[in-house]
């Protein structure tokens, strides 16, 4: 077998195993392979990779740990090329921002600049099923919450709205980007409880954005839809600020 020829990474404050992993990524990348391709034997890797047995064991719990490699026992068994899944990558990058303190203007600095182009692309391209789908995710938060329950409810809803539309995305970074900004905002949305007290203001708000942006959208109007989600964001950023402080202010005096 021709030796490998992917060099070790030079960072020594990698442990040798992390090192080792990174080359067989590397490794994988050159030679194409695709989620579902058998990699080589331990054998085969441990003379690849010039390195000891317990190292390639290493780094393949490594990889297999970070979603990349599947290793299944039995006839037919080995170690397969993996596709991390969405919500995988949504976790590991979510544990990343875990102690980084973010606030709402840091999210919304991105959701900003992000959304409104995208809702720009997607006017007149959309199915009437994915238009559909928005309008009836609107109806969940048709009325006013009843209960700080129900407006906990409402807020997650009404950011699924946008995961909708980031899902019609053809561009999977933008996508994947605008779906884990709202899946974080959620996130700090239900941890700070940032939807207690229950404000009014940016339920009708908000709605009222959301409905006039799904009109935009069905009548292929990109400049109103840019138009109308940068409004959206702006108000909805100043709101949850609000919100944000009077987090603040019941934590301070309790």
């Known amino acids: 077998m021709p030796p490998a020829t992917t060099r070790l990474r030079d960072e020594p404050k990698q442990s040798r195993p992390v090192q080792v992993a990174e080359a067989?990524?590397?490794?994988?990348?050159?030679?194409?392979?695709?989620?579902?391709?058998?990699?080589?034997?331990?054998?085969?890797?441990?003379?690849?990779?010039?390195?000891?047995?317990?190292?390639?064991?290493?780094?393949?719990?490594?990889?297999?740990?970070?979603?990349?490699?599947?290793?299944?026992?039995?006839?037919?068994?080995?170690?397969f090329v993996h596709e991390v899944s969405k919500e995988r990558?949504?976790?590991?990058?979510?544990?990343?921002?875990?102690?980084?303190?973010?606030?709402?203007?840091?999210?919304?600095?991105?959701?900003?600049?992000?959304?409104?182009?995208?809702?720009?692309?997607?006017?007149?391209?959309?199915?009437?099923?994915?238009?559909?789908?928005?309008?009836?995710?609107?109806?969940?938060?048709?009325?006013?919450?009843?209960?700080?329950?129900?407006?906990?409810?409402?807020?997650?809803?009404s950011l699924r709205f946008h995961a909708l539309l980031a899902a019609q995305s053809e561009n999977a970074l933008l996508a994947f980007l605008i779906d884990f900004m709202v899946n974080m905002l959620g996130d700090l949305t239900v941890y700070r409880r940032l939807y207690s007290p229950p404000n009014i203001e940016l339920w009708s708000k908000g709605r009222d954005y959301q409905q006039r942006l799904v009109m935009a959208l069905r009548e292929g109007d990109s400049g109103a839809a840019r138009a109308i989600m940068r409004a959206h964001m702006q108000t909805a950023q100043e709101l949850m600020e609000g919100q944000e402080a009077e987090m603040l202010r019941r934590f301070i005096s309790e």
Do not use: C
Not at 36 to 51: A, K, Q, V
Not at 94 to 123: C, H, M, W
Not at 139 to 144: F, L, M, Q, T
């Open 24 to 79: 067989i990524k590397d490794w994988v990348v050159e030679q194409g392979l695709q989620a579902g391709d058998r990699l080589p034997s331990e054998p085969e890797l441990i003379e690849r990779f010039g390195m000891a047995k317990g190292t390639i064991r290493e780094a393949m719990r490594i990889l297999e740990a970070q979603g990349l490699i599947k290793t299944r026992t039995g006839p037919g068994g080995g170690s």
């Open 89 to 157: 990558a949504r976790a590991l990058l979510g544990n990343y921002f875990y102690f980084k303190n973010l606030t709402i203007a840091d999210i919304y600095q991105l959701r900003r600049a992000l959304e409104p182009e995208l809702v720009a692309s997607l006017a007149g391209k959309l199915s009437e099923e994915a238009l559909g789908e928005l309008e009836d995710n609107i109806a969940i938060y048709s009325e006013p919450a009843r209960t700080l329950e129900e407006e906990r409810e409402h807020h997650i809803a």
